[in-house]
């Protein structure tokens, strides 16, 4: 088993950065695939950005991509999700997950495709 727990959210305004981290304990949490989502209110929750195990392989949605960085630390379990240029359209409860796939060079993309959650962290941008 493997809990996620998220940190770092926050009110901010437009142009901010904000930097996420999501902290993993459990068995074997260092090698799985890890990937940020968001859902905004009346939203469907989306893919934001995800990261195979080793962090060689990354992905982000078009959206985000030039402003936000996804990057882990395997020896803290750990992995972060730096906001830049923050826009009010980033309010969303973002959550961090994880896929029990040990290893896997993968970047996956479906919330269908993530075994643990977190519970959320809010972020909330002014105009």
Do not use: H
Not at 16 to 24: K, V
Request: glycine share 10%.
């Amino acid at each position: 088993q493997v809990q996620l727990v998220e940190s770092g959210g926050g009110l901010v305004q437009a142009g901010d950065s904000l930097r996420l981290s999501c902290a993993a304990s459990g068995r074997t949490a260092s090698i799985y695939p890890m990937g940020w989502f968001r859902q905004a209110p009346g939203k469907e929750r989306e893919f934001v950005a995800g990261i195979s195990y080793t962090g060689r392989y990354i992905q982000y949605v078009d959206s985000v991509k030039g402003r936000f960085t996804i990057s882990r630390d395997n020896a803290k379990m750990t992995t972060y999700l730096q906001m830049n240029s923050l826009k009010p359209e980033d309010t969303a409860v973002y959550y961090c997950a994880a896929k029990d796939s040990p290893y896997s060079i993968r970047v996956l993309r479906g919330d269908n495709e993530y075994d643990y959650w977190g519970q959320g962290t809010q972020v909330t941008v002014s105009s």
